[in-house]
């Protein structure tokens, strides 16, 4: 990590220094503990603000649509990979762009870590794979690999997919991982359970859109949500509403979703809101062989016809 | 989602096949009919004191 | 609720279904009364909006066809 953290500095500084980019986007310290915030970085002065550790779960891609100066980005494998997808939907250009590649390991989850602990937590270090948790009265040392995000722990593409420059030498992929063992348990649910399952997944929010404005995805100059003539959701936190809020986002987010986890990270309610999307990520791979942000060459299934396009739904 | 999947139909009909779209009207009513009214997708209005 | 009757949603593409409808109709053929039709300019105009507007609003089943 620490190598990263002067490999991430040095190519800023070179990049700023040369002229090639006006900004670097990249992570600097939170205010509060495993909360890094974007930073832009303009000036080859302000390159030693930047950091990286396992707490760098934000999107950065969310910061690129419709810019139009030249810009350097520190991208994980799922940044790569919505990086990708803005340029297929012509958000930004790819010459605009250098992509400064993280082989990641995984981002480490709050949700999960601060409820472990009663009170505060004030200080999070890391060593290799080892966290350490500091507040009043407790210190106490975790594995990494325990408190990684689900996004993370289930993530089979860590290397970016797309990069001018890396920091370090690519990590090995995940193998044999069972993505969708959630999904496939609520897929058998009959239709009353499904209604059950989700009005007490979906109980605790408060309609923040906190989900929504994490996510690289939702650019919309105007969301649906925000719309009012027709108005297609209500604002308060009725359970429809709230109901029909998350399945059109979802859906508005079908074959786009690289399931980086921003949106359940940045909820605070720590409500599984990513279980909507994979499962729409799952039918885009079983129906169309698709996966979200892999390639420039291809255009994503619900943009294109084919044929053989599975309509085994109309009658 | 939770809604019936009988609620939602989705057909292809051209438009000389006037006999398929009665066919087709008559199949969806059965089966939203078999089904019984909506009950939950249904947002209902504050109620006013 | 014995006399409860289903209110069906229906949009139809305004160069298949909706044709298929006005063709039925001029050959003067019967149909159950339960469809309330939405002409939309093609089913490219369809969107998940629109089916959970009509769930929301009360519909008991929504029929899309093109």
Known sequence: MLAYIEKIKEISRRLLQEGNVDMVIGFRRGTVPMMNEPCFVKTPEDVDNLVWDSNCGINLANYLTNRQEKIGIVAKGCDSRNIVTHIIENKIKRDQLVIIGVPCKGMIDRHKIQAMFETEIEHVTELDDKITIKGVGFEKTLEKKDVLQDNCALCIHRNPVIHDELVGDLVDEQKNIDRYKDIRNIETLSPEEKWRYFDNLLSACIRCYACRNACPLCYCPTCFVDESRPQWVGKSIDPIDIRTFHFLRAYHCAGRCTDCGSCERACPMGIKVRLFTKKLEKDCLELFDWEAGMTLEKRPPLDTYRPDDPDDFIK | ?49 | ?66
Request: hydrophobic share 45%; aromatic share 10%.
């Open chain 3, 1 to 66: 609720m014995s006399h409860w009757e289903p209110k069906i949603v229906s949009f139809l593409c305004n160069w298949c279904s909706y044709g298929a409808a006005d063709l039925a109709g001029v050959s003067r053929m019967e149909y159950p009364p339960n469809i309330r039709v939405i002409r939309i300019p093609c089913t490219g105009r369809m969107s998940a909006k629109f089916i959970l507007a009509a769930f929301r609003q009360g519909a008991d089943g929504v029929w899309v066809s093109g």
């Open chain 2, 1 to 49: 989602m939770g809604i019936e999947p009988g609620r939602l139909h989705f057909s292809w009909i051209s438009s000389a096949e006037s006999t398929k779209f009665v066919d087709v009207v008559n199949d969806v009513t059965a089966g939203v009919k078999a089904l019984g009214p909506n009950k939950t997708f249904l947002k209902t209005e504050a109620k006013v004191a």
